[in-house]
C-alpha cells in the first residue's frame, strides 16, 4: 500500500468520522489530558472499589486502639536477619515519654516479622451497597498494618482516604446531576422561548448567582436538626450544591439555543407540528452535546471542591462519614503539623483528584472545538 493511498484512507476515515470520534482523536493527542485521564479512571476505580481495597472498616468500628496516631508502615523485603520473598512489617512496642512530654516513643523489633498476605478476610462490607463480602486485598498475618498511618482515634488512614474519595465523587456526581437537569430544562425554556420568558428566567438565574454560598450554607447548617443521620446530612448537601450550581451552565445553554432556534431544521421541525419540548429535547440539545459533556466535566471539580470547603470549615459532611472534606479538618491543628504529618496524605489524593478533573476538562474542551487547531 503507497503513501499516497494511506493518506487518502486517513483523509476519508476524517470526513466520514462521527462528532464522537473527531473529540477522540483530538483528545488523544493531548498529552497531559490522557495522563490526566488515566490517574482519574485510576482514583475512580479505587473509591468504587474502596472496602475491597482498604484493609478495615473506616468507622470506629474498624479502628486500631493500640496504635493512636500511628505513623506509617512500610512493608520490607529484607532487613538485618535476611531477605523474604514475602513483604512483612516489623513488630512495634509504644509506649509514653517523659522526655516527650508523654508522647508516644516507638521501639521496632527487627527480631519480630508480620508478613502481609493478599485475600485475607476481615471486616465485613457491602460492595456498591449491595453485595455483602469480607474479602480484602491484603492484610497482615498478626495484628494490623497501616499503610498511611491513624488518626488519633486508631482508624486507618489509608481506608478512610479511599473511602473519602468515593464519597467526595458521589457528592459531585448527584450535585452535577442535580444541575444537569435544571440547566437543561430552565437553559431550554429561555433560549427557546426568549423575550419575557427569558427576561423573568435571567432576573432568576441572577438572583441565585448573587446568593454568597458561605453564608447561605451557615444559615442552613444553623438549621439541620443535629438528630439527622450522616446519611440524610450527605443528600441534603448535595441537593444544595446542585439547586445553586446550575446558573452557569444554564446560561450557556440559553445562549446556544437563542442562536439555533431559527435555523432551518427547527423551523422544519414545527411545520411538522413537533412541539416545543420535543424540538428542545430531540433537535436543539443534541446540537451541542459534546459541549454539554465538557461543561458536566467540567463542573466535578467545583462541586469537589464545595464539598470540601464546606465540610472542612464545619458546615457539610461530618463524622461517621468519610469525606476528603472531613479528612481535612484534622490537618488545621499545630500539633498535627509537627508531630503528625501523614495527616496530609489525604490532601495529596484531593490535590490529585481536582487536578485531574481540571486537565481532562481543559482536554475535551479543546478537542471539542473545532477551531482549536487552527488557533494552535
Known amino acids: 500500500m503507497t503513501a499516497s493511498s494511506t493518506n487518502q484512507q486517513a483523509k476519508e476515515a476524517y470526513f466520514t468520522a462521527s462528532q464522537r470520534q473527531l473529540i477522540w482523536a483530538r483528545f488523544k493527542r493531548q498529552r497531559a489530558a490522557m495522563v490526566a485521564a488515566s490517574v482519574l479512571v485510576v482514583l475512580i476505580l479505587s473509591g468504587i472499589f474502596a472496602p475491597f481495597l482498604s484493609p478495615y472498616d473506616p468507622t470506629a468500628a474498624g479502628r486500631d486502639k493500640d496504635y493512636l496516631n500511628g505513623a506509617p508502615q512500610i512493608p520490607k523485603f529484607c532487613d538485618k536477619n535476611g531477605c523474604s520473598v514475602r513483604p512483612f512489617l516489623h513488630g512495634v512496642t509504644r509506649e509514653r515519654s517523659l522526655a516527650t512530654n508523654f508522647r508516644w516513643v516507638e521501639t521496632v523489633n527487627e527480631d519480630e516479622r508480620r508478613y502481609i498476605q493478599f485475600f485475607v478476610r476481615g471486616d465485613k462490607y457491602k460492595l456498591f451497597g449491595f453485595i455483602p463480602g469480607d474479602i480484602h486485598l491484603f492484610g497482615a498475618d498478626e495484628g494490623y498494618v497501616h499503610l498511611f498511618g491513624t488518626d488519633s482515634a486508631g482508624k486507618d488512614i489509608f481506608s478512610r482516604t479511599l473511602h473519602a474519595v468515593w464519597t467526595s465523587l458521589q457528592v459531585g456526581t448527584l450535585g452535577v446531576m442535580i444541575s444537569f437537569v435544571l440547566a ?27 446568593v454568597p454560598a458561605i453564608p447561605l450554607f451557615m444559615a442552613i447548617a444553623a438549621f439541620i436538626p443535629p438528630e439527622w443521620s450522616a446519611e440524610t446530612r450527605f443528600f441534603v448537601i448535595t441537593a444544595i450544591l446542585g439547586l445553586v450550581g446550575w446558573p452557569t451552565l444554564a446560561r450557556r445553554v440559553r445562549t446556544h439555543l437563542l442562536t439555533e432556534r431559527n435555523q432551518e431544521y427547527v423551523l422544519a421541525a414545527k411545520l411538522c407540528g413537533a412541539s416545543p419540548g420535543h424540538i428542545i429535547r430531540r433537535h436543539l440539545l443534541p446540537s451541542f452535546t459534546s459541549y454539554i459533556i465538557v461543561d458536566l466535566v467540567i463542573s466535578f471539580p467545583y462541586m469537589v471542591l464545595s464539598e470540601t470547603a464546606l465540610s472542612f470549615i464545619g458546615l457539610g459532611l461530618k463524622d461517621p462519614v468519610n469525606s476528603l472534606g472531613v479528612m481535612l479538618q484534622n490537618v488545621t491543628k499545630a500539633d498535627v503539623l509537627l508531630n503528625y504529618q501523614w495527616y496530609f496524605i489525604p490532601v495529596i489524593f484531593f490535590v490529585v483528584l481536582v487536578m485531574s478533573f481540571v486537565f481532562v476538562g481543559d482536554g475535551l474542551r479543546d478537542a471539542a472545538d473545532p477551531y482549536s487547531e487552527t488557533r494552535k
Open 184 to 210: 437543561l430544562a430552565i437553559g431550554g425554556v429561555a433560549g427557546y422561548y426568549g423575550g419575557m420568558v427569558d427576561s423573568v428566567i435571567q432576573m432568576i438565574t441572577d438572583a441565585i448567582r448573587t
